[in-house]
């Protein structure tokens, strides 16, 4: 067979889909770090023999977005005639790759009885790449990238299905902790599982209608979401948003941008932004087109599986030298904490332009890192934690409870993380109160709580929203700010910066508590049986149903009073309170 | 020896089997479920199979059940109010989950709903550490006001899920004696017991569901027992579980987890036994109802089980359902059925998975259904005999069906009627053929290399296409397809899964608790068997679940029977590198790194008893005296209607061989023969189709 019909084309589709998906799997059994184990902080691609991506694993749109350029940029360093079968290439570099030095790429070749068929690539989080903080994700005291750890530009470290040892030995003596060596054997064992179902498919089909088929996906999808496009409003749609700051006394970012719906295409501008600045946290500009491009994909074809095609339609820039595209050697480091902000402020503009499906601002999370040494075993450990709170209202629902809308990790189970590592946790739990109020409400902040187990740990923390909250849509209030404590409730409490880095001590406590998401439309419309429910659930207090969402609650029997909920209701209306919105659906 | 019953519950009819051993005869019977109260169908059909074979239900030596009432509590949430009793701050596990997003960019979805809502979450003071230290005691006061409040609050059932518990279960154990002496009207479940496996999130939501069915299915059960007993039968009643293994009620009542997938397995294990007419031991099962199909692949005789799975998933998308950690056999469930109800949306024919159901069923059915389902669409194209629905207890409404087609699918598309019924037909089966590649292709495996065996009243009629389009080089369709569940059940025995977690390097030093832990297991195994009547010939299967030292995911590999001696440490570590380097490539790791074990596990069972049906001698022709007639039967290969030879299949003989296009009637279903292909009958009296290449 040498043409392609329709049933070959929707096989060869889900073949290569699942092949990206079972890379997936691959990497996270066979992997070592807690991050990529059971954090599930990595991505997996197909691409075709130009470096077109052309399918991916559902992992993290931060790695997803940036993969289809990284790849590209390094087939120019690595062409096609320097690869054989069997070879890896990485790549680290925060420009090439997704902006910071923990993600690695790899990229493998795949053949067919030495015919090209296109490339299999993952990109890991490593929990650890060298330089000034366990983690390598410190932001405070950075100012550049060399002080973050070990660079790699396109560089073979698979040679035929060898490892090559050197560069080995050079990652070896360079990390903290081993697993490294361990995740990196488990990116190439995935890869490898990508090659074969690509091998399987080409030798069913032959390698033509293998290629036919990659070019039909990208041709189909960006004529769908070029179509999903114009189906939008066209204009330009601005925005604006910041970071809380870079460090301990430091400024504000600003985050503004401008999307521009034209035809068939969207540009997304973030010109306007605040400066580069001298913290581990700034964000390349394939990691702004990244997550740019994510919220775009939500609000056009969000359940089609996204490539090239999709892509190509949405161009992303921002000036040289500002915060979302520094220049080289910006140091980027705690670059995930930008993740959400770059998300939200697109999505913040296409509200305007696609209101009913859009979401109010997302809780934050905090992704931080304890580095120090296992008093069990005498071995350097790196605890990595992600805290996510809730999802933003939605135009017709509320939020979702614990779980990040722009980013795809899951999170570390308890009993795991105090396996691994000398911590305790004592509490995880959702926070009352917390959710922005709406006629629907934002997801809840989550609070955790984490107690050392270990003397001499350094404490790096990464989170924001303690000082700017998650926006509402539509009348619906901001979520509640996010606080991280040390010691709460004890003589030596004291409040922790959202990026600082501490050293800590055995019988420390740290807690996180998330911001709530944001909420959509005026809280006072909100079905006053919602409401009772989230009382009972003990989502929202008795004080705050009345002055949030003016419903009255019995705190005896935990019953509605209907009668004085209306007349509050009335009141506040006829006060002129909170009357102006766009009423969502 | 005497008379084996297999019943088998499914979303639209009941099915039953019963074996006369002496005889060596099978009978078949097939009502109509009772969704309300499947027992009221359970019982009716009883009455009514033994009626015509002249028994009484007290003659039965046997009778093996497979049930759908567990996955339907949990789909439709009809069971009562539920509690979860857990360590202090830590009573948001089940909400927060593990924060996965199921569609990575939609924003419209929702985590699964956990059966147990936030109000009826207790904490009480008590903490576990991982190597089952005690860091701090229980507070029994707690648990006694606990255990008084959830009485208050209306709650039926608890789930006791502590952190750790599967390395220490003393806390919960105690929790549990608080509870029963407390509340002794609150049926009590312990995470250590139900599933004692790491990672709290998994077992909470597997021991909160164990609590939240324990109630709806001991009610169940105990209702066909006292049905059973009042009709003098004096015997065992056995229930199917997932794992493919039966249980005695009382292991179901404390354990209705177990029973989640207990009528799709029913029919995986059928299906294994035609491997001599397909002539491989691969085999792709196919099982589809009239509400749901479920597809399985068994390879070398045994079909698959997965440590975990979920239950009310969307879209067959992961982390979209609840998990549960119980093993089961690994298939694929979807809503694609007989009765699964055709619509058009956004101008394309979309079938399912809404489905009409037994009642009102669809249009041809005549009882009161008004759209048109799969049913109804191969009616119009001829694939089944009005006529002889049910072996002609049941007439269809055939111009019903096709006026059904015309105003719901033909007109607002402005296509033919039969255009619209082949696309209806065409629709489904590409459906299902998306989860076969589940099941296959997504997991590395070639479809072209299993032989399909389609059954349940609707697999015969789609099976032969759907093989065509997955490749499947051999159909069998098997005797008696349309209760072939039940059938299957004939032939089930007792077995149990059993696991726990306790990591334990592989190690000279470490094989007293390796040793230990499996004798743990196996003494649990033996009381399980031995309380299904089974002694001394009942056997110990060991395997583990592996690791590298370090690594968060592990492989399960088969271990020779303990105990183990020094020397048998490279034995074990040599078992472990040759599974992985079959999974993951030999290049994937390093035999100097150390490894572990994590889950010890075993399967007790019985030996499977010598259940064959008589064969027969093959002295068949071109089965011309098994022709009932012709009539006309639509297929694309001959451009439309065209005239179709029917054969009975009751008169078939074996080695009989036919050309297709051709259909078989039988009473239960109907096997559909696509042109370019021909048909044999076996020995054993399953036709074999043997696809052109």
Same mark, same amino acid.
């Given at each position: 067979?040498?043409?392609?019909?329709?049933?070959?084309?929707?096989?060869?589709?889900?073949?290569?889909?699942?092949?990206?998906?079972?890379?997936?799997?691959?990497?996270?059994?066979?992997?070592?770090?807690?991050?990529?184990?059971?954090?599930?902080?990595?991505?997996?691609?197909?691409?075709?023999?130009?470096?077109?991506?052309?399918?991916?694993?559902?992992?993290?749109?931060?790695?997803?977005?940036?993969?289809?350029?990284?790849?590209?940029?390094?087939?120019?360093?690595?062409?096609?005639?320097?690869?054989?079968?069997?070879?890896?290439?990485?790549?680290?570099?925060?420009?090439?790759?997704?902006?910071?030095?923990?993600?690695?790429?790899?990229?493998?070749?795949?053949?067919?009885?030495?015919?090209?068929?296109?490339?299999?690539?993952?990109?890991?989080?490593?929990?650890?790449?060298?330089?000034?903080?366990?983690?390598?994700?410190?932001?405070?005291?950075?100012?550049?990238?060399?002080?973050?750890?070990?660079?790699?530009?396109?560089?073979?470290?698979?040679?035929?299905?060898?490892?090559?040892?050197?560069?080995?030995?050079?990652?070896?003596?360079?990390?903290?902790?081993?697993?490294?060596?361990?995740?990196?054997?488990?990116?190439?064992?995935?890869?490898?599982?990508?090659?074969?179902?690509?091998?399987?498919?080409?030798?069913?089909?032959?390698?033509?209608?293998?290629?036919?088929?990659?070019?039909?996906?990208?041709?189909?999808?960006?004529?769908?979401?070029?179509?999903?496009?114009?189906?939008?409003?066209?204009?330009?749609?601005?925005?604006?948003?910041?970071?809380?700051?870079?460090?301990?006394?430091?400024?504000?970012?600003?985050?503004?941008?401008?999307?521009?719906?034209?035809?068939?295409?969207?540009?997304?501008?973030?010109?306007?932004?605040?400066?580069?600045?001298?913290?581990?946290?700034?964000?390349?500009?394939?990691?702004?087109?990244?997550?740019?491009?994510?919220?775009?994909?939500?609000?056009?074809?969000?359940?089609?599986?996204?490539?090239?095609?999709?892509?190509?339609?949405?161009?992303?820039?921002?000036?040289?030298?500002?915060?979302?595209?520094?220049?080289?050697?910006?140091?980027?480091?705690?670059?995930?904490?930008?993740?959400?902000?770059?998300?939200?402020?697109?999505?913040?503009?296409?509200?305007?332009?696609?209101?009913?499906?859009?979401?109010?601002?997302?809780?934050?999370?905090?992704?931080?890192?304890?580095?120090?040494?296992?008093?069990?075993?005498?071995?350097?450990?790196?605890?990595?934690?992600?805290?996510?709170?809730?999802?933003?209202?939605?135009?017709?629902?509320?939020?979702?409870?614990?779980?990040?809308?722009?980013?795809?990790?899951?999170?570390?189970?308890?009993? #795991?993380?105090?396996?691994?590592?000398?911590?305790?946790?004592?509490?995880?739990?959702?926070?009352?109160?917390?959710?922005?109020?709406?006629?629907?409400?934002?997801?809840?902040?989550?609070?955790?709580?984490?107690?050392?187990?270990?003397?001499?740990?350094?404490?790096?923390?990464?989170?924001?929203?303690?000082?700017?909250?998650?926006?509402?849509?539509?009348?619906?209030?901001?979520?509640?700010?996010?606080?991280?404590?040390?010691?709460?409730?004890?003589?030596?409490?004291?409040?922790?910066?959202?990026?600082?880095?501490?050293?800590?001590?055995?019988?420390?406590?740290?807690?996180?508590?998330?911001?709530?998401?944001?909420?959509?439309?005026?809280?006072?419309?909100?079905?006053?049986?919602?409401?009772?429910?989230?009382?009972?659930?003990?989502?929202?207090?008795?004080?705050?149903?009345?002055?949030?969402?003016?419903?009255? #609650?019995?705190?005896?029997?935990?019953?509605?009073?209907?009668?004085?909920?209306?007349?509050?209701?009335?009141?506040?209306?006829?006060?002129?309170?909170?009357?102006?919105?766009?009423?969502?659906? | 020896?005497?008379?084996?019953?297999?019943?088998?519950?499914?979303?639209?009819?009941?099915?039953?089997?019963?074996?006369?051993?002496?005889?060596?005869?099978?009978?078949?019977?097939?009502?109509?479920?009772?969704?309300?109260?499947?027992?009221?169908?359970?019982?009716?059909?009883?009455?009514?199979?033994?009626?015509?074979?002249?028994?009484?239900?007290?003659?039965?030596?046997?009778?093996?059940?497979?049930?759908?009432?567990?996955?339907?509590?949990?789909?439709?949430?009809?069971?009562?109010?539920?509690?979860?009793?857990?360590?202090?701050?830590?009573?948001?596990?089940?909400?927060?989950?593990?924060?996965?997003?199921?569609?990575?960019?939609?924003?419209?979805?929702?985590?699964?709903?956990?059966?147990?809502?936030?109000?009826?979450?207790?904490?009480?003071?008590?903490?576990?550490?991982?190597?089952?230290?005690?860091?701090?005691?229980?507070?029994?006061?707690?648990?006694?006001?606990?255990?008084?409040?959830?009485?208050?609050?209306?709650?039926?059932?608890?789930?006791?899920?502590?952190?750790?518990?599967?390395?220490?279960?003393?806390?919960?154990?105690?929790?549990?004696?608080?509870?029963?002496?407390?509340?002794?009207?609150?049926?009590?479940?312990?995470?250590?017991?139900?599933?004692?496996?790491?990672?709290?999130?998994?077992?909470?939501?597997?021991?909160?569901?164990?609590?939240?069915?324990?109630?709806?299915?001991?009610?169940?059960?105990?209702?066909?027992?006292?049905?059973?007993?009042?009709?003098?039968?004096?015997?065992?009643?056995?229930?199917?579980?997932?794992?493919?293994?039966?249980?005695?009620?009382?292991?179901?009542?404390?354990?209705?987890?177990?029973?989640?997938?207990?009528?799709?397995?029913?029919?995986?294990?059928?299906?294994?036994?035609?491997?001599?007419?397909?002539?491989?031991?691969?085999?792709?099962?196919?099982?589809?109802?009239?509400?749901?199909?479920?597809?399985?692949?068994?390879?070398?005789?045994?079909?698959?089980?997965?440590?975990?799975?979920?239950?009310?998933?969307?879209?067959?998308?992961?982390?979209?359902?609840?998990?549960?950690?119980?093993?089961?056999?690994?298939?694929?469930?979807?809503?694609?059925?007989?009765?699964?109800?055709?619509?058009?949306?956004?101008?394309?024919?979309?079938?399912?998975?809404?489905?009409?159901?037994?009642?009102?069923?669809?249009?041809?059915?005549?009882?009161?259904?008004?759209?048109?389902?799969?049913?109804?669409?191969?009616?119009?194209?001829?694939?089944?005999?009005?006529?002889?629905?049910?072996?002609?207890?049941?007439?269809?409404?055939?111009?019903?069906?096709?006026?059904?087609?015309?105003?719901?699918?033909?007109?607002?598309?402005?296509?033919?009627?039969?255009?619209?019924?082949?696309?209806?037909?065409?629709?489904?089966?590409?459906?299902?053929?998306?989860?076969?590649?589940?099941?296959?292709?997504?997991?590395?495996?070639?479809?072209?290399?299993?032989?399909?065996?389609?059954?349940?009243?609707?697999?015969?009629?789609?099976?032969?296409?759907?093989?065509?389009?997955?490749?499947?080089?051999?159909?069998?369709?098997?005797?008696?397809?349309?209760?072939?569940?039940?059938?299957?059940?004939?032939?089930?025995?007792?077995?149990?899964?059993?696991?726990?977690?306790?990591?334990?390097?592989?190690?000279?030093?470490?094989?007293?608790?390796?040793?230990?832990?499996?004798?743990?297991?196996?003494?649990?195994?033996?009381?399980?068997?031995?309380?299904?009547?089974?002694?001394?010939?009942?056997?110990?299967?060991?395997?583990?679940?592996?690791?590298?030292?370090?690594?968060?995911?592990?492989?399960?590999?088969?271990?020779?029977?303990?105990?183990?001696?020094?020397?048998?440490?490279?034995?074990?570590?040599?078992?472990?590198?040759?599974?992985?380097?079959?999974?993951?490539?030999?290049?994937?790791?390093?035999?100097?790194?150390?490894?572990?074990?994590?889950?010890?596990?075993?399967?007790?069972?019985?030996?499977?008893?010598?259940?064959?049906?008589?064969?027969?001698?093959?002295?068949?022709?071109?089965?011309?005296?098994?022709?009932?007639?012709?009539?006309?039967?639509?297929?694309?290969?001959?451009?439309?209607?065209?005239?179709?030879?029917?054969?009975?299949?009751?008169?078939?003989?074996?080695?009989?061989?036919?050309?297709?296009?051709?259909?078989?009637?039988?009473?239960?279903?109907?096997?559909?023969?696509?042109?370019?292909?021909?048909?044999?009958?076996?020995?054993?009296?399953?036709?074999?189709?043997?696809?052109?290449?």
């Amino acid at each position: 067979m040498n043409r392609l019909d329709p049933v070959t084309f929707s096989v060869i589709w889900g073949g290569l889909i699942s092949a990206a998906a079972e890379m997936g799997v691959t990497l996270a059994r066979t992997a070592y770090s807690v991050a990529v184990r059971e954090g599930s902080d990595f991505s997996t691609g197909v691409f075709d023999p130009q470096g077109n991506m052309i399918t991916q694993g559902d992992y993290s749109p931060g790695h997803l977005g940036s993969m289809a350029f990284a790849v590209r940029r390094m087939l120019e360093d690595y062409p096609v005639a320097a690869l054989a079968p069997g070879d890896a290439v990485i790549c680290n570099d925060p420009g090439i790759g997704s902006g910071h030095l923990p993600d690695v790429y790899m990229m493998c070749p795949v053949y067919l009885e030495g015919r090209l068929l296109g490339f299999a690539v993952n990109i890991a989080h490593q929990i650890d790449i060298g330089g000034s903080g366990a983690g390598s994700q410190t932001i405070t005291g950075i100012q550049d990238n060399f002080q973050e750890g070990l660079r790699f530009l396109p560089t073979r470290c698979f040679v035929r299905g060898e490892p090559v040892a050197d560069i080995f030995r050079i990652i070896e003596a360079n990390v903290r902790v081993p697993e490294v060596l361990g995740d990196i054997r488990a990116q190439y064992t995935a890869n490898m599982t990508g090659a074969r179902r690509m091998e399987e498919l080409a030798r069913t089909y032959g390698p033509s209608v293998l290629h036919q088929a990659m070019d039909r996906i990208i041709a189909e999808s960006g004529a769908q979401m070029r179509a999903a496009i114009d189906a939008l409003k066209p204009g330009t749609y601005s925005f604006a948003d910041r970071m809380d700051d870079v460090g301990p006394d430091t400024e504000p970012v600003e985050a503004r941008v401008k999307v521009t719906i034209g035809k068939g295409r969207v540009h997304v501008d973030w010109a306007g932004s605040g400066k580069q600045r001298e913290a581990g946290m700034n964000s390349f500009l394939h990691y702004t087109a990244a997550y740019s491009i994510a919220a775009i994909k939500s609000v056009t074809l969000p359940a089609a599986p996204q490539n090239d095609g999709i892509i190509r339609t949405i161009e992303v820039t921002a000036p040289p030298g500002s915060f979302f595209n520094p220049n080289r050697p910006a140091p980027c480091g705690g670059r995930a904490v930008v993740s959400h902000r770059i998300y939200e402020v697109v999505m913040g503009a296409l509200a305007k332009a696609v209101p009913d499906r859009a979401i109010a601002a997302t809780a934050h999370f905090y992704n931080p890192n304890i580095g120090g040494v296992d008093p069990r075993t005498g071995r350097a450990f790196i605890c990595w934690e992600s805290i996510i709170g809730g999802v933003g209202a939605r135009w017709t629902k509320d939020g979702v409870e614990a779980t990040s809308s722009p980013w795809n990790g899951t999170n570390v189970p308890v009993e #795991i993380q105090e396996s691994r590592n000398p911590v305790l946790i004592e509490r995880v739990e959702l926070i009352e109160d917390s959710a922005g109020p709406g006629r629907y409400r934002g997801g809840c902040g989550l609070r955790k709580d984490l107690r050392l187990l270990a003397d001499n740990c350094t404490f790096y923390n990464l989170g924001d929203r303690q000082i700017f909250p998650p926006y509402g849509l539509a009348g619906g209030r901001p979520g509640g700010l996010g606080l991280t404590l040390l010691n709460p409730g004890t003589p030596r409490q004291r409040r922790l910066h959202s990026k600082g880095t501490y050293r800590l001590g055995r019988n420390d406590l740290i807690s996180w508590r998330t911001s709530g998401a944001g909420g959509v439309g005026n809280p006072f419309m909100r079905d006053p049986n919602a409401v009772l429910i989230d009382v009972r659930n003990g989502y929202v207090s008795i004080k705050a149903a009345t002055t949030e969402y003016g419903v009255v #609650i019995d705190g005896k029997t935990l019953a509605l009073n209907l009668t004085r909920t209306r007349a509050l209701r009335a009141r506040a209306k006829a006060g002129g309170k909170k009357t102006k919105e766009r009423v969502p659906a | 020896m005497g008379y084996r019953v297999g019943i088998d519950v499914g979303g639209t009819f009941t099915d039953f089997a019963l074996y006369d051993d002496v005889a060596g005869r099978l009978s078949i019977g097939k009502v109509l479920t009772t969704p309300q109260d499947p027992s009221i169908a359970v019982l009716q059909g009883l009455d009514e199979l033994t009626q015509k074979i002249g028994i009484a239900a007290g003659d039965l030596t046997d009778a093996i059940h497979a049930t759908t009432i567990a996955t339907n509590t949990v789909i439709t949430r009809s069971g009562p109010k539920t509690a979860l009793l857990t360590t202090e701050g830590f009573r948001d596990v089940l909400i927060i989950a593990r924060q996965k997003r199921w569609e990575l960019y939609d924003n419209s979805i929702d985590k699964p709903v956990p059966v147990v809502p936030r109000q009826y979450i207790w904490e009480v003071p008590e903490r576990m550490l991982h190597d089952g230290t005690i860091r701090r005691k229980l507070n029994e006061t707690a648990v006694r006001s606990a255990a008084r409040a959830m009485i208050k609050a209306g709650i039926k059932a608890v789930a006791i899920c502590f952190l750790h518990s599967y390395a220490n279960p003393a806390h919960e154990r105690r929790a549990a004696e608080i509870v029963r002496k407390t509340s002794p009207e609150l049926l009590v479940t312990i995470s250590s017991e139900v599933s004692p496996i790491y990672r709290e999130y998994e077992r909470a939501s597997t021991t909160t569901l164990n609590a939240y069915l324990m109630p709806a299915v001991s009610a169940y059960v105990g209702r066909i027992e006292a049905g059973l007993a009042s009709r003098d039968f004096k015997r065992k009643l056995f229930i199917m579980q997932s794992n493919g293994g039966v249980a005695i009620p009382e292991i179901v009542a404390r354990f209705p987890i177990r029973i989640i997938e207990s009528g799709p397995a029913a029919g995986v294990l059928t299906a294994a036994r035609y491997a001599e007419s397909a002539g491989t031991s691969n085999i792709m099962s196919f099982d589809m109802g009239g509400t749901t199909a479920k597809l399985c692949l068994i390879e070398n005789g045994r079909p698959a089980l997965t440590g975990s799975f979920e239950v009310d998933m969307v879209r067959l998308k992961k982390n979209s359902g609840l998990p549960i950690n119980i093993p089961a056999i690994d298939l694929v469930e979807i809503g694609a059925g007989g009765g699964s109800i055709a619509r058009v949306d956004l101008g394309a024919i979309a079938v399912g998975p809404d489905s009409a159901g037994s009642d009102p069923g669809p249009i041809c059915y005549g009882r009161g259904g008004t759209e048109p389902t799969v049913t109804d669409a191969d009616l119009l194209l001829g694939y089944l005999n009005a006529d002889y629905f049910l072996g002609g207890r049941m007439r269809l409404d055939a111009a019903a069906a096709r006026r059904g087609i015309e105003r719901q699918v033909a007109e607002p598309l402005k296509m033919d009627t039969i255009a619209a019924a082949w696309g209806m037909h065409e629709v489904v089966t590409a459906q299902m053929a998306q989860a076969a590649r589940v099941v296959s292709v997504g997991k590395g495996k070639d479809p072209r290399h299993f032989a399909f065996i389609p059954f349940g009243g609707a697999g015969p009629v789609h099976g032969a296409r759907l093989a065509r389009m997955l490749g499947c080089p051999r159909i069998v369709f098997p005797h008696g397809a349309g209760v072939e569940s039940a059938i299957g059940l004939l032939m089930a025995e007792p077995a149990f899964d059993l696991a726990r977690t306790r990591i334990t390097a592989l190690g000279r030093d470490t094989l007293v608790e390796i040793n230990e832990a499996f004798k743990d297991l196996e003494a649990q195994g033996r009381a399980q068997l031995s309380a299904c009547g089974i002694g001394a010939d009942g056997r110990i299967r060991r395997s583990a679940d592996m690791r590298f030292a370090g690594q968060g995911y592990e492989i399960n590999v088969s271990l020779p029977d303990g105990p183990y001696r020094a020397g048998d440490v490279d034995r074990l570590s040599r078992a472990f590198f040759d599974a992985y380097a079959a999974t993951y490539g030999d290049r994937a790791f390093d035999r100097k790194d150390a490894v572990e074990i994590v889950h010890f596990r075993i399967t007790a069972s019985s030996p499977v008893p010598a259940f064959k049906l008589e064969g027969a001698a093959a002295d068949g022709s071109d089965g011309a005296h098994a022709l009932k007639g012709s009539r006309r039967v639509y297929f694309p290969e001959t451009n439309g209607f065209t005239d179709c030879p029917v054969y009975d299949r009751y008169r078939l003989r074996a080695g009989d061989s036919f050309p297709g296009p051709a259909v078989v009637e039988e009473r239960e279903s109907t096997v559909v023969i696509l042109p370019d292909s021909r048909a044999r009958v076996d020995r054993d009296g399953n036709i074999v189709v043997d696809l052109a290449g």
